[in-house]
Nanobody, 127 residues
Framework: QVQLVESGGGLVQAGGSLRLSCAAS????????MGWFRQAPGKEREFVAG????????SYADSVKGRFTISRDNAKNTVYLQMNSLNPEDTAVYYC????????????????????WGQGTQVTVSS
């Protein structure tokens, strides 16, 4: 089992920034893709960003490209999501997820492929 705990959510004005963190603990494997998803009220949970184990490969949803940056510190078993230029459409619960894989360069973008999920952290952007 892998436990994921998100932090860093909150209320921010449009144009502002937040940095989310996700700490992994438990039976952490060497190779696991990390991803961020979000779910707004009444909408499906959607992919936001993903990063390979090596940290060299990333993938972003079109809606956040150029504004959000995913990164990871494997020594701390932590993944981050730096969110800049936030707008009200970014308001959602943000979830961290882990996909256990033997491929150190893979980046997973599909929700159903992720094995473990955090409890989520609320991000609210006011206009």
């Amino acid at each position: 089992q892998v436990q994921l705990v998100e932090s860093g959510g909150g209320l921010v004005q449009a144009g502002g920034s937040l940095r989310l963190s996700c700490a992994a603990s438990g039976r952490t494997y060497r190779y696991y893709v990390m991803g961020w998803f979000r779910q707004a009220p009444g909408k499906e949970r959607e992919f936001v960003a993903g990063i390979s184990w090596s940290g060299d490969y990333t993938s972003y949803a079109d809606s956040v490209k150029g504004r959000f940056t995913i990164s990871r510190d494997n020594a701390k078993n932590t993944v981050y999501l730096q969110m800049n230029s936030l707008n009200p459409e970014d308001t959602a619960v943000y979830y961290c997820a882990a996909d256990l894989t033997s491929d150190p360069v893979a980046v997973t973008t599909t929700r159903r492929e992720y094995d473990y999920w955090g409890q989520g952290t609320q991000v609210t952007v006011s206009s």
